[in-house]
T-cell receptor, first 112, second 112 residues
């Protein structure tokens, strides 16, 4: 089955810990994106990558880091520097030539 | 900066039509999208319209675009309980690179 997957679905973290969220796609998409969703707000772009080994900061990159070593994978690390990390995190992918984004099912991160 | 606004809630009775409205600020937006998000899930692209069109129909969905007023609407005919979800309006803009700006989402409640 082709698609975009995120794991885990739920994640709990203690304050001060780094945590990595997984995002994998087998759609052969060049571009991948990470968004954060908070209640009553639109999606906010954290990081995006248009090609392997390259990525760009979005609007709220502080406290996050990413890597893009493989076309299929775009993991997001939420570091202890992120002051308010509890949120729903959505990964998306798309073709560089197209404007449509395909979303994963999301990971809900809760900091205890 | 670019902004996309939509009302937060809409309640309709089953069988009625739903109309979800959205306004955007960037008149050069080329594509405008409607996404649907069910509880605890990622976003699913419902439909999109190119900026040189004023209407697009796809089964029960009708998108109307008033480019002069920068107003977009999504009409769902014969609304069903399964249509209950959050609907996001999004606009593709260009500011040194293509970027998709999302609204905060309209939560649609369908009463039986």
């Amino acid at each position: 089955d082709g698609g975009i997957t995120q794991s885990p679905k739920y994640l709990f973290r203690k304050e001060g810990q780094n945590v990595t969220l997984s995002c994998e796609q087998n759609l052969n998409h060049d571009a991948m994106y990470w968004y954060r969703q908070d209640p009553g707000q639109g999606l906010r772009l954290i990081y995006y990558s248009q090609i392997v080994n390259d990525f760009q900061k979005g609007d709220i990159a502080e406290g996050y880091s990413v890597s893009r070593e493989k076309k299929e994978s775009f993991p997001l690390t939420v570091t202890s520097a992120q002051k308010n990390p509890t949120a729903f995190y959505l990964c998306a992918s798309g073709l560089a030539s197209s404007n449509e984004q395909f979303f994963g099912p999301g990971t809900r991160l809760t900091v205890l | 900066g670019e902004d996309v606004e939509q009302s937060l809630f809409l309640s309709v009775r089953e069988g009625d039509s739903s109309v979800i409205n959205c306004t955007y600020t960037d008149s050069s937006s080329t594509y405008l999208y409607w996404y649907k998000q069910e509880p605890g899930a990622g976003l699913q692209l419902l439909t999109y319209i190119f900026s040189n069109m004023d209407m697009k129909q796809d089964q029960r969905l009708t998108v109307l675009l008033n480019k002069k007023d920068k107003h977009l609407s999504l009409r769902i005919a014969d609304t069903q309980t399964g249509d209950s979800a959050i609907y996001f309006c999004a606009a593709l803009t260009y500011t040194g690179g293509f970027k998709t700006i999302f609204g905060a989402g309209t939560r649609l409640f369908v009463k039986a």
